[in-house]
């Protein structure tokens, strides 16, 4: 069986040593004989190397492994390249929440203003990576989980036309999950979906099973009835996550047509999400004394003690899906996957160059979307909103111009006014000096 040569961008990264549990869970049908963790930090690749020094050893002989701050020996002579930064790190997280909390608006990572200044700071980073790895691996594969993810696609789309670039993201499949389990199923995908929407926000119309029944009519009244099932995998199953899985039911109740993507709720309830976070203590703070602290204080425990064994279960991001979307293109496998693509008619009344998140067969060359067909009303009128918001980031980016950034932040569902836009704007222009392009 042919074997693959991965490197992992931000392989400093907390959510690392899922993806490398992941991988080598399924080393049977998707082999490695090269896994590389690139980062520029070369403390943070050995905190996570020392972390993962169990998991490294299964990997087997056969397979070589090491790590680099260096792009050209990161990217020479590989096939996949796995990319999950976070240009700012957490403190530019935490500003992103804070500031849209001071001036009323939801504080989150990849909604509103907070997700638009981290796609204004992501856009560079990732055209970084991609320039490097085009110079060093021009034909290899780009799987990019790096957020916010429908800015970053639109923008990898404008220049690079996203050749053997692939944008994705874990939450539908976690969400699915929980899905399956609601109806004694096992895995994310014994359900095959139809989905529409852009990343982090969409909806499911149907959920096959394996005999060919659509089981969402079933899967709707028992959440009405007991909500969703909270999170079966390890990253979404944190306590400060709770809030987001019992919010499904006020959605689905309040909006009974289909099953919503739960970052729904920053967009349909962003007052009663706003008057629910702590703009002194936001996401961002959870995360740094959470799976950030417990890195350093395993690998610390580990130095004491050379026997102690470390808790992998703490930083178990949900890797098995890129793992997954690879298998697909490595052996063209066709797997229908939800995944982000050139729209292209697949949602007809959006733009053909909409970047859209439909189920997609991937194959070799990449996905292949699905055609969705007509949406209602309700769900095009805010897509149209959302996806005018997220083109307008990335025009202000091309052409640095002000004037965009202000009117994709006042187009935002999560936004109230222009004038809170504008302050909003104002203070993030400071505190992102440095990461975001002069603005004109
Ligand atoms: C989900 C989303 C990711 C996002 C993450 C944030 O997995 O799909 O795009 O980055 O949640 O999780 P966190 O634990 O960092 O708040
Ligand atoms: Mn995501």
Avoid at 11 to 39: C, E, M, Q, W
Wanted: proline share 5%.
């Amino acid at each position: 069986m042919k074997a693959f040569k991965v490197v992992i961008v931000g392989g400093g990264s907390s959510h690392t040593p899922g993806i490398i549990d992941s991988l080598i869970a399924n080393l049977d049908r998707f082999p490695l004989k090269k896994l590389v963790l690139y980062d520029i930090d070369q403390d943070r690749l050995d905190l996570v190397e020392k972390l993962c020094s169990s998991l490294i050893a299964k990997l087997g002989t056969d397979c070589e492994f090491f790590t680099t701050t260096s792009p050209e020996k990161a990217y020479t002579d590989i096939d996949f390249v796995f990319a999950q930064v976070r240009q700012g790190g957490l403190k530019m997280r935490e500003q992103d929440e804070k500031i849209c909390l001071r001036h009323g608006v939801v504080g989150q990572e990849t909604c509103g203003p907070g997700g638009m200044a981290y796609g204004l700071r992501s856009i560079p980073a990732v055209f970084k990576i991609i320039d490097d790895v085009r110079t060093y691996a021009p034909e290899a594969w780009i799987i990019n989980y790096s957020n916010p993810a429908a800015i970053v696609a639109e923008a990898t789309r404008r220049k690079y036309n996203n050749y053997k670039i692939l944008n994705i993201c874990d939450m539908p499949v976690a969400i699915q999950l929980s899905f399956s389990k609601m109806l004694n199923l096992e895995k994310y995908n014994d359900l095959e979906p139809t989905y529409f929407g852009l990343n982090h926000f969409g909806w499911w119309t149907h959920l096959y099973d394996k005999e060919g029944n659509d089981r969402m009519p079933e899967l709707k009244e028992k959440i009405l009835q007991f909500g969703l099932a909270a999170s079966h995998d390890k990253h979404h199953s944190d306590p400060s996550w709770a809030h987001t899985w019992q919010n499904f039911k006020e959605i689905l109740t309040d909006y009974p047509d289909f099953l919503p993507n739960t970052y729904l709720q920053y967009y349909l309830y962003s007052k009663d999400c706003m008057e629910d976070m702590d703009p002194n203590y936001t996401r961002a703070n959870m995360v740094m004394d959470g799976r950030e602290k417990e890195m350093y204080d395993q690998v610390k425990k580990l130095d004491e003690n050379e026997n102690f064994e470390v808790n992998l279960n703490l930083f178990n991001a949900f890797g098995d899906f890129i793992v997954d979307v690879a298998e697909s293109i490595a052996f063209n496998k066709k797997e229908k996957l939800l995944v982000i693509v050139e729209n292209n008619g697949s949602i007809p009344q959006l733009p053909n160059d909409a970047m859209v998140e439909v189920p997609c067969y991937v194959r070799a060359w990449g996905p292949e979307a699905t055609v969705i067909g007509p949406i209602p009303t309700f769900h095009l009128g805010m897509l149209q909103q959302q996806l005018a918001s997220e083109k307008l980031l990335v025009d202000a980016y091309f052409e640095n111009s002000y004037q965009k950034v202000l009117e994709a932040f006042t187009m935002n569902k999560t936004v109230p006014s222009g004038k809170i836009a504008r302050e909003i704007l104002d203070e993030m222009i400071i505190a992102n000096k440095g990461y975001w392009p002069e603005l004109k």
